[in-house]
């Protein structure tokens, strides 16, 4: 089966953290090769209790050199909804760099509770977010509009 970006990398996610209405303190991560495609869905690390440092190793562990290209996490819980200095969001910096060393991307970073979910990164169609220019193209059901859109 082929799944293409464009899927909510937050819906594959939820099943792994919201489990009859209970979140489950899991790490999940999501990684597609550089066609988009889906690689792989995996739990990478139980315990997640806010601090993505602690699990930096064990998300560089599994992903997939030969064939992950970009990725995103998700996790329980939710982002601070004010600006201001947040931790979460400096680790997750940090385990951007860690990635891009190894020529990965992290392109998605979710937070998911019971009732929801915030996106700290761009959620899916990334063709539709100009800091993202460098990814393929996920729409290509708009590529026959001469003006690169729905007419």
């Known amino acids: ?14 099943p792994f953290i919201v489990r009859d209405g209970m979140l489950m303190p899991n790490l999940v991560l999501i990684c597609v090769d550089e066609e ?13 209790a806010g601090l993505l440092t602690p699990f930096h190793d064990a998300v560089l562990a599994a992903l997939d050199a030969e064939y992950t290209k970009y990725f ?4 329980p819980g939710r982002f601070s909804e004010y600006a201001g200095p947040e931790p979460l969001m400096d680790e997750a910096d940090e385990l951007e760099s860690k990635a891009a060393e190894r ?12 009732t929801g979910y915030m996106s700290a990164r761009a959620r899916s169609y990334f063709d539709q977010y100009p800091e993202h220019d460098d990814l393929p193209r996920t729409m290509n059901h708009w590529s026959h509009s001469k003006l690169g859109r729905c007419g």
């Open 72 to 75: 995103a996490i998700a996790h």
């Open 36 to 48: 988009m495609q889906l690689d792989g869905l995996r739990v990478v690390a139980t315990g997640f």
């Open 1 to 14: 089966m082929i799944i293409q970006a464009g899927f909510d990398f937050e819906t594959l996610a939820r």
């Open 103 to 114: 020529g990965m991307q992290l392109i998605g970073h979710f937070a998911i509770d019971e």
